[in-house]
């Protein structure tokens, strides 16, 4: 058992908190992470405001990077002192997702991550969120939630890959399988639709179409790939995406803020035979309404995507290999750093849309 300060939501709306939790050793499939640095994701934001429904109080942070302390008996893939990236979706291996290819879609990891009960306060257990609470200084994790990395790549880069990046290009590369010419939208160029931007410019997908309400947001989808840029708030997004493909729509779109209304949007700017791909996370208790005689006599094709459809395991060193290669850019979007302390300013910052990503530094 140690002592570590963690970022806490304790109910629905309340402050985040920077409170001294008790943290429980590895067991034989677990691994204890040393945080380099963790991203401020608006999933978190989500769970703070109740649009993300989670067992609370729970430690906040799912896109974190670190250093392997102390590994559980059977633990095989990691050794102390490797760097790693954290997974949101620790997989079991033995389900019939697992066994099908789909480790994103793995239940029970998730299920087994919500009974693990690492922190605790008081003897009361404190969750951690979606199985990594990576606003810790310490946390402990399945061994399939640690993907091992070079050591030389800054941690505060490459805590970006467990969420966002691997959300957004992923969702571009495993989920759509966008092609070369393709004409892409993207609607919200946040911390994962810049992302999406810069996997649709990976994919060869022409034009790039990004929408956002906030200026800042659209000179920094130009500068991670896209050939076009539509203030949403100022005008008909469809429309322009319409005059934008010789009034058909875009091959592929992606909605990546979560609202319904914007998922609307996306679906009526996809061309006929086209897909919608939604990313953004819709509060729980949403209704997406969509005219449905376009789904058959337009054959459009609505579909969510989780993680980027990504295997971890498989799909971490390809990311940190382009980034390598110049090819991905991860230290561009980190625009602001934050203390621990700092968490209740680096959530003000997401919500301001001030940043690209804001990452906290332990
Ligand atoms: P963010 O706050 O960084 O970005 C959201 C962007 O949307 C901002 O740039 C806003 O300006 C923009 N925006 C808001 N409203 C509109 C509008 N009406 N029209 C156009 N643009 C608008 O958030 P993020 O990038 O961290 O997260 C985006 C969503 O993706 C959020 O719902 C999050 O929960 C979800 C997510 N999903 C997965 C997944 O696996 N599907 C993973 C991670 C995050
Ligand atoms: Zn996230």
Redesign the pocket.
């Known amino acids: 058992m140690r002592t570590v300060r963690a970022a806490v939501v304790n109910a629905v709306r309340d402050a985040v908190r920077v409170e001294p939790l008790s943290l429980r050793e590895p067991r034989a499939d677990e691994v204890l992470v040393r945080l380099g640095a963790s991203g401020v994701?608006?999933?978190d934001?989500?769970v703070i405001t109740g649009d993300?429904p989670m067992p609370l109080p729970a430690v906040l942070g799912h896109e974190g990077a670190g250093v392997v302390e102390e590994v559980g008996a059977a633990v095989r893939r990691v050794k102390v002192g490797d760097h790693v990236v954290l997974s949101w979706v620790p997989y079991c291996g033995s389900c019939w997702y697992c066994e099908s290819g789909h480790t994103h879609l793995c239940e029970m990891g998730y299920v087994k991550s919500l009974a693990a009960e690492v922190f605790t306060r008081d003897g009361g257990a404190v969750g951690q969120l979606a199985g990594v609470g990576s606003m810790a200084e310490f946390t402990v994790v399945p061994e399939s939630g640690c993907i091992p990395i070079d050591a030389d790549i800054p941690l505060d880069s490459a805590c970006l890959v467990g969420?966002?990046v691997m959300?957004g290009v992923g969702a571009v590369i495993n989920t759509a399988r966008v092609e070369p010419g393709q004409s892409v939208a993207v609607?919200?160029?946040?911390?994962?639709?810049l992302n999406v931007v810069q996997g649709a410019a990976l994919a060869g997908a022409h034009p790039i179409i990004a929408?956002?309400?906030?200026e800042r947001?659209l000179g920094l989808a130009r500068a991670f790939g896209a050939t076009h840029v539509v203030n949403?708030?100022a005008g008909d997004?469809v429309a322009a995406l319409q005059e934008l493909t010789g009034g058909r729509g875009v091959d592929v779109s992606f909605e990546?803020?979560?609202?319904p209304?914007?998922i609307l949007q996306a679906f009526l700017g996809t061309r006929r035979g086209g897909k919608t791909v939604v990313?953004?996370?819709?509060p729980a208790t949403a209704m997406v309404s969509l005219p449905g005689f376009l789904l058959p006599l337009a054959e459009k094709s609505l579909v969510?995507?989780?993680?980027?459809s990504a295997d971890m395991a498989r799909d971490v060193p390809r990311l940190i290999a382009l980034y390598r290669a110049g090819k991905l850019k991860l230290d561009e979007l980190v625009t602001r750093r934050f203390a621990l302390n700092e968490v209740g300013e680096a959530f003000a910052a997401?919500q301001a849309?001030d940043v690209a990503?804001g990452v906290i530094t332990f």
Do not use: E, M, P, Q
């Open positions: 994701c608006h999933s934001l989500h993300l969420c966002g959300t609607f919200g160029a946040g911390g994962v639709g929408v956002d309400l906030n947001k949403g708030g997004a990546v803020i979560g609202s209304d914007v990313v953004g996370v819709a969510g995507s989780l993680y980027g997401l849309g990503r």
